[in-house]
């Protein structure tokens, strides 16, 4: 590649926010039209925003609040707790007998998210264990009603075989940030720092479609969204 492709990349890069997989307009009309979060997850969303720390975005928030319902999910794992905000967002979304338990390595995230959780009077409900996902998932019991796999995206493919046998049969599998600013989708897009990581994801996806266990749709909202509901009988 020589100087003068980079500098067009770079200018392209400037020009088009790479973070998006929908237009802008339509993305702004969805958030606008739905409610806006007060107290402790407007808080957290305002820090996730100035800090960088990936959390999911509202439109995600709300689908997840609806799959939790619809499901009437009682026991929920989630991979990847980053500050505990999406762990929040679905406990509320449960009755308040339901419980999850949500896997996060980044000991400073595990800090922050047992504050949040604390805040939010959701110690009772939320469990983090801390460590490496793939080892835990070992000696998780199973039986639950959903999954949420928004842990390191390099990692999707790995674990899923632990995730599926973890998960009831009629459960939910959550797949998020998918489709990764739209990389997985254009190779034209695709950082050559996050090669691997796409790859990867490309190969969960055709993956997760074509498993005989699941019924998978994909859904370009927030950073890409899959659902595979695991079949009761195969
Ligand atoms: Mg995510």
Known sequence: ???????????????????????????????????????????????AEIHKVPIIQREVAALLKVLVKTANAEKILEIGTAIGYSAMIMAEAMEAEGKIVTLERNEKMVEQAMENIRRGGFENRIQIIPGDALETLHFLPGGYDVIFMDGGKGHYHEMLTLAISLLKPGGLLISDNILYKGMVSSEDLVKRRKRTIVHRMREYLEYITNHQELTTSIIPIGDGVALSYKKKIV
């Not at 806006?36 to 969303?45: I, M, N, P, S, Y």
């Open 1 to 47: 590649m020589n100087e003068n492709t980079d500098k067009i990349e770079k200018k392209a890069e400037k020009e088009a926010p790479e973070e998006q997989i929908v237009h802008q307009h339509v993305k702004d009309y969805i958030e606008d039209l739905l409610p806006r979060h007060q107290g402790l997850f407007k808080e957290l969303e305002a820090y």
